[in-house]
């Protein structure tokens, strides 16, 4: 899964985009936020996708 692809599903589940910080989106939702890493076509590692999408409450 690329970052854009990250992207899409979270503001599906209500997150915001707060800024971008070089190639990092934040995202925000309530009092939270987490960092998703946007390089080009290049998947997200799987670790840091998982550890993502738990922190997210996805997983």
């Not at 070089?22 to 309530?30: E, T």
Request: glycine letters at 8%; proline letters at 3%.
């Amino acid at each position: 899964m690329t970052g854009k692809d990250l992207i899409k599903l979270l503001k599906k589940y209500k997150w915001e985009l707060d800024r971008v910080s070089g190639s990092h989106h934040i995202m925000k939702k309530d009092h939270k936020t987490l960092s998703v890493p946007v390089h080009g076509n290049r998947d997200i590692p799987t670790g840091t996708l998982n550890a993502i999408l738990k922190q997210a409450g996805l997983k």
